[in-house]
């Protein structure tokens, strides 16, 4: 199995809305990423973790709450967002660190 | 500091015509250097890449050489279909930016038949 899998595929929230996003990986990576992309735009790095622990938060707010369950499955819990957080949710997976990263599908999120 | 630099879009070409999409970079140290591209409605896939200089990557078509000495690393396709037309990203990353990605703005490319 070599793909990250995500789900939802699409989400519509309200602001006072309460939702998570999933991400999978069987390919036996240790670390874990989440992004976001807004339309035409390169992603931005969100979330890094590394063996199930933090490894990098780029300073995002705390209405994103990325958990890592273990080392196969990685999740941002979502809180009053605004419509401005609506954008593709990109995860991705490498051996380690250094490693090159495969992305998962995304997860577009709408928030109203 | 570490950047990317990529020739500005869309890029508009005839089925079957030659591509290349220009990648310039800035970075200390030794980068590795990727390129990836984005289907419509879709996540990222790794393209190609290369580690050192003068390494080639190539997949599906493209190829694209790291040149230190110019610092680029420049995407090529001989013969461009309608299944191309994507958006692509030329990225790199160093041990100093902690392995993190270092992505360019992208290029959207768009084939006509």
């Known amino acids: 199995d070599t793909e990250v899998t995500q789900t939802p595929k699409h989400l519509v929230m309200g602001m006072t809305n309460k939702k998570s996003l999933k991400c999978e990986q069987h390919m036996g990576h240790r670390a874990m990423y989440w992004y976001k992309q807004k339309a035409k735009k390169p992603p931005e790095l969100m979330f890094v973790y590394s063996y199930e622990k933090l490894s990098i938060n780029e300073s995002v707010p705390s209405r994103f709450s990325p958990e890592c369950p273990n080392s196969s499955l990685l999740n941002l819990h979502l809180h009053a967002l605004q419509p401005e957080d609506s954008a593709l949710y990109l995860c991705?997976?490498?051996?380690?660190?250094?490693?090159?990263?495969?992305f998962g599908p995304g997860t577009r999120l709408t928030v109203l | 500091g570490n950047s990317v630099t990529q020739m500005e879009g869309p890029v508009t070409l005839s089925e079957e015509a030659f591509l290349t999409i220009n990648c310039t970079y800035t970075?200390?140290?030794?980068?590795?250097l990727f390129w990836y591209v984005q289907y419509p409605g879709e996540g990222l896939q790794l393209l190609l890449k290369?580690?050192?200089a003068d390494d080639k990557g190539s997949n599906k078509g493209f190829e694209a050489t790291y040149r230190k000495e110019t610092t680029s690393f420049h995407l090529e396709k001989g013969s461009v279909q309608v299944s191309d037309s994507a958006v692509y990203f030329c990225?790199?990353?160093?041990?100093?930016?902690?392995?993190?990605?270092?992505w360019g703005a992208g290029t959207k490319l768009i084939i006509k038949p």
């Open positions: 991705a997976s490498s051996n380690r660190l250094r490693d090159e990263q495969f």
């Open positions: 990225a790199l990353r160093t041990m100093d930016s902690n392995y993190q990605l270092i």
């Open positions: 970075a200390t140290g030794y980068p590795s």
């Open positions: 290369a580690t050192k």
